[in-house]
């Protein structure tokens, strides 16, 4: 009997050390990266420092661009003041790690959705449409993908597979030359050492914008159009449902009026209207 009851007292010692572990896991992953921004007063974001007009360092050493912007739009809405935003510079590789470490709150770094990216990190819906463009020298007689799609020509690419797959698919027969940032690509162009650069088309209208007559774009677009996104990790639907309604509201609701701001500030026009129906 003692040892019945001995048996008995360490079971339910047992059953409730395993439900007091259970609790304070469910707390634990209840609390989200959300709870965890407004706490600490300020929102951390991954981005680049080398991607006109998105997001790139300006001639003062700042950290300016589109992707800048809507940033800090995201902390005027969290905490009704724009400055609350602390900026962690990442390479193109280094993203991912930045949102998977828990560096970075959310990444905005002219980033495409792709089906492979999502198994690493999650998306909201797009904040920005884009193309893929080429951006050549002016004078060089290239005007169409046909006349770029040479063996004596080099194509200057970032190093991601999807840009890789569409130099294959539309000019073949160009050499590919791999760059980690645009700034690297379109210098590859300025010096000559590649014939043109494979850029989002907003990139590439921003350097045949500012670079008095030395860039122009090929009318042509590389592929379909795609989707610019902000990133975050796996995991946290509360996070990410708030950044989700947040470019919901960019791009179509009540921060439309904030986003044309923006929009017409580093390209130029209107962006895309906010409901058709509406007049």
Known sequence: MVRRGIAR??????????????ATAALTQEKSRLDTVLQRGKLIVATFSTAP????????????????????????????????VEFVVVTAEGRWPAIESGRADMGIAT?????????????TRPYVDSGVSVLVKKGSGIKSLADLNQEK??????????????SKRFIP??????????AAQALAVRSGRAQGAQLD????DWYAATS????????????????????LKHGDFTWWHWLDTAVGEMRSGSYYGDYSEIYQKWFGKN?????????
């Open 53 to 84: 007009p998105f997001c790139y360092t300006d001639d003062k050493g700042q950290l300016v661009g589109f992707d800048i912007d809507v940033a800090r739009l995201l902390g005027k809405a969290l905490f009704k003041d724009p400055n609350k």
């Open 173 to 182: 027969r160009t050499k590919t030359l791999t760059f980690d940032t645009p």
């Open 201 to 204: 088309t907003p990139v590439a």
């Open 271 to 279: 962006p895309p209207p906010q409901k058709f129906y509406l007049r």
């Open 212 to 231: 008095k007559d030395e860039f122009e774009v090929i009318p042509e677009l590389m592929g379909y159009s795609q989707n610019n996104a902000i990133f």
């Open 111 to 123: 980033t495409t959705i792709y089906p492979d990216r999502a198994v690493r990190v999650a998306f």
């Open 9 to 22: 007292a360490l079971l339910l010692v047992a059953v409730a050390a395993f439900l007091h572990l259970t």
């Open 153 to 166: 020509y080099a194509i200057a690419n970032l190093n991601n597979p999807q840009q890789a797959d569409r």
